[in-house]
Nanobody
Framework: QVQLVESGGGLVQPGGSLRLSCAASISIFRIFAMGWYRQGPGKQRELVAQITRNGSTHYADSVKGRFTISRDNAKNTVYLQMNSLKPEDTAVYYC????????WGQGTQVTVSS
């Protein structure tokens, strides 16, 4: 059973930064893609950023230039560095593992507010 455990969420002021972590219970070295999704209040879940096993990255237009996704295969962990946070970034952020199946973490709340 694959487990993904997110951490690093919290309350931050506009313009601030947070780093989310997603620790996987299995090796992510050969996993096709790892990603971060988010679901804001009253909104559908959306892709924020994704990184493939060869290191290619993809970002939602709304976070380009502010967010950076990275992976540490030795630690089986994926990160999302979030800078210049805005109130509209407020959401529950979910880690996703995509291979032959798709797996989700339990989510971590990010609130951007003054």
């Amino acid at each position: 059973q694959v487990q993904l455990v997110e951490s690093g969420g919290g309350l931050v002021q506009p313009g601030g930064s947070l780093r989310l972590s997603c620790a996987a219970s299995i090796s992510i070295f050969r996993i096709f893609a790892m990603g971060w999704y988010r679901q804001g209040p009253g909104k559908q879940r959306e892709l924020v950023a994704q990184i493939t096993r060869n290191g290619s990255t993809h970002y939602a237009d709304s976070v380009k230039g502010r967010f950076t996704i990275s992976r540490d295969n030795a630690k089986n962990t994926v990160y999302l560095q979030m800078n210049s946070l805005k109130p509209e970034d407020t959401a529950v952020y979910y880690c996703n593992m995509l291979n032959s199946d798709s797996y989700w973490g339990q989510g971590t709340q990010v609130t951007v507010s003054s």
